[in-house]
Nanobody, 118 residues
């Protein structure tokens, strides 16, 4: 079964850290560019970070550069998003995406919630 399953969401503590993880199954993980997106209610989903198939190139939204790090482990079929120096503006639903360019295929996880602190 083709799946992307996110985990690791939680409560934002300003200045704190969270680590999101996405576990893949049912497809050739190493052939997919992997990305993290986030979406607030009523807003469009936006790209947070992406990583190429071999992990050699990463790309970040300006709002998270220097604070977030995307990484992948093709042997374990996982992609992670280390989020440091968090603030309440980072509170969103976070979604893992796998994209294959040749023989196009576009996979999404169900998301994990990062919640702002009161």
């Amino acid at each position: 079964q083709v799946q992307l399953v996110e985990s690791g969401g939680g409560l934002v503590r300003p200045g704190g850290s969270l680590r999101l993880s996405c576990a893949a199954s049912g497809f050739t993980f190493s052939a997919y560019v992997m990305s993290w997106y986030r979406q607030a209610p009523g807003k469009e989903r936006e790209l947070v970070a992406s990583i190429t198939t071999g992990g050699g190139t990463t790309n970040y939204a300006d709002s998270v550069k220097g604070r977030f790090t995307i990484s992948r482990d093709n042997a374990k079929r996982t992609v992670a998003l280390q989020m440091n120096n968090l603030n309440n503006e980072d509170a969103d639903g976070y979604y893992c995406r796998g994209l294959r360019v040749f023989a196009p295929d576009d996979l999404w996880g169900q998301g994990t919630q990062v919640t702002g602190s009161p």
